[in-house]
């Protein structure tokens, strides 16, 4: 039998935490033979260029490229070679390799049974990973998914806020990201940082951030790899598209009221929402 990729105490603290909290989990993949350096090299030349994000850090500086002998590196190599360039990578959607796809199955499996009763199904299993040079920084933003970030080597720590706090996310911010006009970066203020909480992941460890939570990450002084599994959820559509329909009543001068936190499942707006969606494509 394979083993468990989250053992009874991260079921337990995920039991706590799901869907609306943000805090550590323990996790069993860090020795995972898909999850070596090498192991990834591969993947990352087996998935699709725009599945891929990277900069080779091999580039030169104050030199034009065209005098340079070409010795721009394959994104595997770069992999390789990612202790020593100022480089990162992101692999997008690994679910894409039915390697990974089993992998991403098998552990989000695991927590089924917590999910399920509370958010809905799950949909739209995704998989990322994250390698990166030391000190690296990722900015300020959000993202729409149900999110489990395993740290599998070196260290990072991410700073999540309250999603639910709209004096750092407005509720115009949402309405347009989940209408598709606007990028989940999120501008930053000094005053943020007080409602914030650093959590630090070592190999082993992983986090548990809702849906929409902002956060930013900085790397730690080695080379960091991070797997992130995420989901959405009959929840997270509803509550989506209950924004969207929030946009509308916004257009004809109301101020609607926000869509309600979890437990609350908004079906009223999302169910208006569908209907105007169909409604316009059948018009
Ligand atoms: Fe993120």
């Known amino acids: 039998m394979p083993i468990a990729v989250f053992p009874p105490e991260a079921r337990s603290a995920f039991t706590a935490l799901y869907p609306a909290r943000a805090d550590k989990l323990v996790h069993a993949l860090t020795d995972h033979p898909l999850l070596t350096l090498d192991a990834l090299a591969v993947l990352a030349e087996a998935l699709p260029a725009d599945s891929v994000e990277w900069n080779p850090g091999d580039l030169p500086i104050g030199i034009d490229p065209a005098d340079v002998p070409r010795a ?14 100022a480089s990162w990578v992101v692999l997008k959607r690994i679910e894409q390799v039915p390697a990974y796809a089993a992998l991403l199955r098998a552990a989000l499996d695991e927590l089924v049974d917590i999910v399920v009763p509370r958010t809905g199904r799950m949909h739209q299993l995704e998989g990322f990973v994250f390698v990166s040079s030391p000190g690296s920084v990722t900015p300020f933003h959000f993202d729409p998914e149900h999110n489990i970030l395993l740290q599998l080597r070196g260290t990072k720590t991410m700073t999540v806020f309250p999603g639910a706090d709209e004096r750092l996310l407005s509720a115009e911010a949402q309405e347009a990201f989940h209408l598709g006009e606007h990028h989940r970066n999120l501008p930053w203020d000094e005053a943020f940082a007080a409602h914030g909480a650093a959590v630090e992941l070592h190999p082993g460890e992983a986090i548990h951030v809702p849906v929409k939570s902002p956060h930013w990450v ?4 080695a080379l960091s790899i991070s797997l992130s599994l995420t989901w959405r959820s009959e929840w997270s559509y509803a509550e989506a598209d209950a924004r969207a329909f929030n946009r509308v009543l916004r257009g004809m001068g109301l101020r609607p009221r926000r869509p309600g936190a979890f437990p609350a499942r908004n079906r009223g707006k999302a169910l208006a929402w569908r209907l105007m969606r169909r409604l316009r494509v059948g018009g």
């Open 72 to 85: 721009r590196r394959s994104v595997g190599e770069t992999i390789r070679a990612i202790d020593s360039a």
């Open 218 to 221: 900085k790397n730690g002084p």
